[in-house]
């Protein structure tokens, strides 16, 4: 067998990694390069720094898929209190780019609100799982603060589509906790209703143009109507069977914007039709119910929510951009996961998956040696 | 904690499975509707969108107009345009070079290979290019530009092995005469982002050079023209179908300056060797006839971004070739604004054409000690405004500039436009300085002093002034009061085969005083031409009525020492200066000259340089060399071959 070739300590190490998840990955992956290189005019050079992109992904999974639940959740305080702190500093002396405020220089520039990505499941996790559950009223709004504080800074930059990725990770864990139903219901009510307000009061001129663009994308065809207009001919044109890969004329031509980044998917959908979306929503499907499959195997409470929230944050960033791309959803900066050209969105995906797979329980004879 | 529930593992994971169940069907159905949307896209709309996919795109491509050519007065050509040929590629037509069965980026590389056999390619150009053609596929890129000739004819024999390579036409600014009236001209240079803020970014799309200095820059919106384009269909491949309109571009004008480029030859001879400045101006219109400041350099220099040694050697170069004296240069006037000093005394009735002033040397403020020493010192004697302006007397000037009080005489010097912009059609031009009370308690929180004043008086002190200013103001004198603004450009024509129609002369508010007063202080200005004048000797043998006035602008404070020419060092000496015009009772020409750091007086140094000018301008003594028209313009087609 192949595990005679490897050192013993790497066999035992891969033990923890799920290997059916792993498989189904590594397939997504390889239909995201395939599009990557057609997106990108045959660049090799940018496939190939997409791979290392991922080897690096791989090589984080198979280091967090080692860490305990237990270990896990100890950090939970300290990465929330610094990914905070992070993001205050960020708001005094940030480097601003096109106008937001979002980076701190540290040798480089880096991005804070990231870090929260991971931190506030991980917060939200650690405060449920020393509560009971299902979470009495107080502890659902404790919970809902910690979900906002981080928002609202991140809302200051402003950074809406990241301060709206960052809460939805934390609805789902306090959803998977077992917040009771009356007021999951409420809580949808009072979101429609403050929905037109904050369109009215509380956006930039460029977001609230983002979403009159999204009801009505031909009125401003030379703005920021020509993405999701060009995006839309794209996909339609593609038809059944697409257009074969690296075949798509729409795409190909300098017409459709940020193609190998957040409109990658309409780049897919023209080279490989109906029938290629059909397969890529099954492997994302696949991959999401693995990852809940896995996350109720974990450890304890805090696996399970941490392991949950991650997946459906995972479901989620598929669903904005695929909603944005086909002109359901305005647009927003969120590139499609795992197909994406991009380096951070790639190894944090692939770095949460090693986390989901190392809070499972740990088999029998490591319980009997333990 | 006491009253802390106790947590069920069991309950806890029973419910955590329902809420994944759950939200695991809720998530099937949410990817179920995205999926939806795509079958509304991709069957149901399927028609729609398959048809404006293949519709046809429109393209806007630019098309440059020709920059306009800039003439003299009579017709000599100065600034010309010539071809010069281009290498470009468009991605998109290379076809598959590498033979992998594929066009791609890759196939770059391969062509760039078999070009660089042909024509030698520098890394840097390379590197330009390739960064360039990785974003467009479907634009002309441009690899190789000012082609030689054998280049040119290297690859036209090879053309069919290098498709989607095209070789085009462009044209490129040219100066024929080189370094002569290159402060006049000035030059054009690349396109910077810088100058694309101050343009119409649509009509400067194709173009690539635009107007740095000189009247290059001052009147670009008249050489530039107006861009066309053709207005072609793509189809999804972006190749071109067919040509849906197409808009001519508008040439730009050619202009027509009111410099007389043989003038402007003599005058620049003149300065050889020497840092200094002349304009000549015709006082009936305005306009100027030539306008030197020396050194000089060679604009070609500049087209195609200057090399950096050729640059730091122009700007470390202490007498500063770029710097345009005539306008940018302030220097003291010195003596030569006594003349309009003394109509200035005369309006305001200071003084009378009859009043005398007892010049023992010296003039004293009285109750203090300080002396202001008149250039001679024995004294004139007894002098009148007439004697005073023939002599230069210092001592007349102080008394007149005392009594008048600061503010009234600074007043009275802004109408010969003194300490503001003459307006002239060049870029950077300097405004000079005509202190006051205001200003000097503004700049240096200090009190005007009645001496400052009695300086002020002989064109020292605070007072500032540029050559053009000077010669702006002797147009005034020599017009009695009638003030024209100094242009460059003297007509343009809009078409080629059109006359040049000629631009009518900007009128200021008159200087208006009694004729008397003009032809007083006139008559003094001749006198210091003729015998026992400061320019005498320049003014000896003339075929014509001279009216001049020399100054000497003090660079080292002489605090009561002896100045000596010989012992203090070159950068220190004084500066000479001349101002006339000629002929007096029908002037045709005011000239200002200025000498920096002069071995001798402005009678030794700048009124003989002045006398020449008005020789060679109004006796057309220009030599045998004398450049004409059509000498020129077959010197830049034939002789100035750019290929060469």
Redesign the interface.
Known sequence: MINSLLPSWLVVALQRVDAVLLAVLSLLVFLGLATLYSAS????DQVQRQIVNFLIGLGLLVIFSQISSKTLRLWSIWLYGAGVTLLVLVLVIGVTKKGAQRWLYVGTDIQPAEIMKLAVPMMLAYYFSEK???PRFIDVVIALLLVFVPMLLIMKQPDLGTALLIATSGF?VI??A?MSWWLISSGLMLVSVAAPLLYFFGMHDYQRRRIDTLLNPESDLLGTGYHIYQS?????????YGKGW?NG??SH???LPERHTDFIFAVF?EEF??VG??IL?GL??FI??RG?YL??KGE??FA??LG?GLS?SF?FY??VN??MV???LPVVGVPLPLVSYGGTSVVTLMMSFGIIMGMRKRKRIYQQEG | MSDRPIKLERDEQHMFNIRALIAGVLILFALLGILGRLYQLQVIQFDKYAELSRQHYQKRIPIPPNRGQIYDRNGVLLADSHTQYVLEVVRDNIGDENGDGKSTLADIDGLLERLGKLIPLEEKEVRAFKTQVRRFKYQPIPIRENLTEEEIAAFAVNRPRFPGVNMEVRMERFYPLGRLASHVIGYVGRIDAHDLERVDKNEYIGTTHIGKSGVEASHEDRLHGRAGYHLIEVDAHGKQQSVVSEKAPVGGQDLFLGLDINLQRTAEKLLEGERGAIIAMDPSNGEVLALVSVPTFDPNLFINGISHKDYSDLRDNPDRPLFNRALQGTYPPGSTIKPMVGVAGLAEKVITPGSRVHDPGFFRLSGQKHVFRCWNKRGHGSVDLKYAIQQSCDTYFYDLAYRMGIDRFSNFMRKFGFGEKTGIDLPSEATGLMPSKKWKEDRYKRDWFPGDTVNIGIGQGYWLATPVQLAHAVTIMANHGVRLKPHILRGVRITRNQQESVLKPEPFPPVEVDERFWRLAIQGMENVMRPGGTARAAGAGAAYRIAGKTGTAQVFGLAGGKYNAGRIAKRLRDHALFIGFAPVDNPKIAVSVIVENSSGSGGHTAAPIGRKIMDAYLLKQYGDDKLSPSETETDASGAEDPHD
């Open positions: 005019d045959a660049d090799m009971p559950l299902p789902f959803y998977l077992g839309k001919i794209a996909i339609g044109s593609g038809g059944f690296m004329d729409q031509l300098d017409f959908g039709g109906l979306n059909l929503m994302y499907l999401i119910w809940l996350a109720s304890d409470t399970r929510l949950g459906v479901f598929l669903f695929s909603g086909s002109g359901l």
